[in-house]
DNA sequence: TTGTACGCGTTATCAG
DNA sequence: CTGATAACGCGTACAA
């Protein structure tokens, strides 16, 4: 019945060196690419590490070097369709690269739990940290808590002090407020995300900048919290005052919602109102009407930040990426006046 | 500028057992709740402990016992909402019990592909498995591996081989299809997920099952992708034969894209065709018409997996949770004939 | 270029 | 009940 259960005893570094004739500490030193080793001195043992399926002990290796092969993610988002695309797209390059990821999730935002994480990472022994950290707080926590090694920041305000790498929140939501612009609106609303979010202060920033450079003036925005709920809610508030034409709700959850908001108020999307989002999530171009949004690059995202990552760890030179640049999807949801 | 990056040198056990003034064998047998121990002795030991700030490094005691903290989740899905959700709240609740989580995506499942992941998260000494393998091939293969560790396959089939769990989909379908049957529809067409895919067998099942019993005839399930792009292009073919009054689509991703094809073939939902979904993700409320569709604790879901693992890690009793009762959410989109 | 000795922090085994 | 002592698998320092 369990005869496949129990486990054949694992090769060692040992074995390898048996096989190939050599001390294990040869061994260690084809493993660790050590400059002075004879290539046929090395070809032998690589062959000897083929044929036993030989694969280093990472639990070993860690206790003797007090680092290990793991990169953390530190996640305080709940499950948002951007930085759950990004945790997949880390896992992958970082598996790509040898390395395995561990994943810890904040409960909430306050300084014990960031740092009851950050600890926890720590204990794990990971070489290096990626934190998707939207919100202020724990961004400067974060920077606050010296953690001992490398660290790179997703999702955050770019240019901060070099850790950090984010798409052009404010580039793309200036982008979508001149869409909104040329199509002839004037009076243009902000919905925008949570207070404490860097994302949503970008993003709010880019929709100011571009009112201003219209010479616009703009309505004080209102304070959303990424959902689609939200968006509901404030659309059926929004019914009530009538004195814009189109809205752009910092996420498209929120326009959604907001969209959904005045359909049950009579309003008709973008008759009335034009409506604009932000983030292309899948859904966005099969709601009705289909949502002009602003799409952003998940994936590489997540990419360039084990690449820089890594680089820190290893002690090369870090890549210095561009900003990613976000891309205008039009759609039905935005009209001409 | 580096003050606060030099790394104080963590306390050991030795530390630990000079201070309290006994060996460190003690302080491990304190460490690791041993019967034999006076109880004055582990206070001392806990007191040390406490001063000291000590924590048990795990590479050393996973290097010792080949076993560590982990346990590792094993992952064949894309982003979709409920795996998603899944794993958030698996890591929570290993989180609570001391055990920190990897992740390991599956880019493609073929069983080198398959195979090569477990043998990574063999290799990090993980000490249980959960896989969320939604196609039938992974599940086989993990069954098939004798992994070595205990794993709980989530999503899948239940009671296959009791170490599966999953909401019960049979159920949640044929809830929905019921619900429609009810509303008077006869001709009702099921828009399935992929063939491999084993909650699309169960959702599809749900379905045959329901017409079944209420003697009407069925159409052969065409099979989608999950994907709402998919659902709009089906809804454009489907727009062409009008042989039925409503659609039963495997996922609420299709079931949107879905409606917007018909929208766009000039079909009106609900009026001239019912649509009804599956998952309830958080659009599925505020998209045009909202969407009936049946709801899933996947978070539950998550938690329990966990339970069941550390259960057999630990190898207590088992818990035996009933299957998670899928909830029908009755909205727009669906309609008396 | 290669090998030997030692230590990393913990648990297991066997005395006492 | 407690303490030596020996592993665990690997990397580092030093010797050859």
Redesign the pocket.
């Given at each position: 019945m369990a005869e496949s259960s129990e486990r054949a005893r694992?090769p060692?570094?040992?074995d390898v060196a048996r096989l190939a004739g050599?001390?294990?500490?040869?061994v260690?030193?084809v493993?660790?690419d050590h400059p002075?080793?004879?290539p046929e001195?090395k070809s032998r043992v690589l062959d000897a590490i083929s044929v036993l399926d030989y694969r280093?002990?990472r639990a070993?290796?860690a206790?003797?070097?007090s680092r290990t092969t793991n990169i953390g993610i530190l996640s305080a988002t709940v499950g948002e369709f951007g930085p759950t695309a990004s945790i997949a797209s880390i896992e992958d390059a970082a598996r790509a690269e040898g390395y395995s990821v561990t994943t810890v999730n904040l409960p909430e935002t306050t300084p014990e739990a960031i740092g009851e994480a950050i600890r926890q990472l720590a204990r794990e022994q990971v070489s290096g940290i990626v934190a998707l950290a939207p919100q202020v707080r724990v961004f400067n926590v974060l920077r606050g808590m010296a953690i001992g090694v490398p660290y790179v920041s997703l999702q955050t305000a770019s240019g901060s002090d070099g850790v950090t790498h984010s798409a052009d929140q404010l580039t793309g939501a200036r982008l979508v407020t001149q869409h909104l612009i040329a199509l002839g609106h004037t009076e243009i609303l902000h919905l925008a995300g949570p207070q404490d979010w860097i994302e949503a202060e970008s993003r709010m920033r880019g929709y100011l900048d571009a009112m201003r450079d219209a010479d616009l003036t703009t309505f004080p925005p209102i304070r959303g919290d990424w959902t689609a709920d939200f968006g509901y809610f404030a659309g059926g508030e929004l019914a009530r005052r009538r004195d814009f034409t189109a809205v752009f709700a910092a996420n498209d959850l929120m326009a959604i919602g907001l969209m959904h908001g005045f359909r049950d108020a009579g309003i008709d999307v973008p008759r009335d109102v034009s409506v604009v989002g932000f983030d292309d999530i899948p859904v966005a171009a099969h709601v009705c009407p289909t949502l002009t949004t602003v799409h952003q690059d998940f994936t590489e995202l997540g990419r360039r930040a084990v690449a820089i990552l890594l680089a820190e760890i290893r002690g090369e030179q870090v890549p210095v990426f561009g900003a990613l640049d976000p891309i205008l999807r039009t759609r039905e949801s935005s009209s001409s006046r």
């Open positions: 694992v060692s570094i040992r050599v001390s294990h500490q040869t260690s030193r493993l660790n002075s080793i004879r001195t280093p002990n070993a290796r206790l003797v070097t």
